[in-house]
């Protein structure tokens, strides 16, 4: 087996034990209905590319999300109670918001903790699919599969290290007897 394939084999078994750890606890405590949102944010976190110095950057966005979801259904309920068609205030709402949300979050807060636009969009979609509510449920599950993210790449190079020092230990007693 090569070396990549080994390391990316380490990977995901950190990132099976890592994930299973932490969703096993949060199962049993009053979020238990509210898992799916770690995926999310596990799998977002890990497609923007899940540096652990970027963790704030993941965190921010992801509540900018949550803040972002409830403009829009403040948006959206103000529309239609004005009689509105439905399709035309859901239009409006989702061009009005996704413009700001990427305009924002790239261009004035590219360079800030602000700055990763999936994750901004991981809150938002969260917070639409419990209506604007739950939102302790809705911040703490993605936050726990951000940091689920981060975690699997320094635990895995633990381990690596690790493994790593241990083949140079034997490769010197192997050696020293010649």
Request: charged share 10%; aromatic share 8%.
């Amino acid at each position: 087996m090569n070396e990549n394939t080994s390391y990316l084999l380490k990977m995901s078994l950190v990132s099976g034990v890592l994930a299973g750890l932490v969703l096993g606890i949060y199962q049993i405590g009053p979020f238990g209905n509210l898992m799916w949102p770690i995926f999310i944010g596990l799998g977002v976190t890990f497609a923007s590319g899940a540096e652990l110095k970027k963790t704030p950057n993941y965190l921010c966005c992801m509540v900018c999300g949550v803040i972002w979801a409830l403009i829009y259904l403040q948006m959206d309920n103000f529309l239609r109670s004005t009689g509105i068609n439905i399709g035309v205030v859901t239009g409006v709402c989702t061009l009005v918001i996704t413009f700001v949300v990427c305009a924002v979050h790239m261009i004035p807060l590219a360079k800030t903790w602000f700055n990763v636009v999936p994750l901004v969009f991981a809150g938002l979609t969260v917070t639409f699919s419990q209506g604007g509510q739950n939102l302790v449920g809705v911040i703490l599950g993605l936050s726990c599969g951000i940091l689920v993210a981060v975690a699997i790449e320094p635990v895995t190079e633990m381990f690596m290290k690790k493994e790593n020092a241990e083949k140079k230990r034997q490769k010197s007693l192997l050696e020293e007897k010649m």
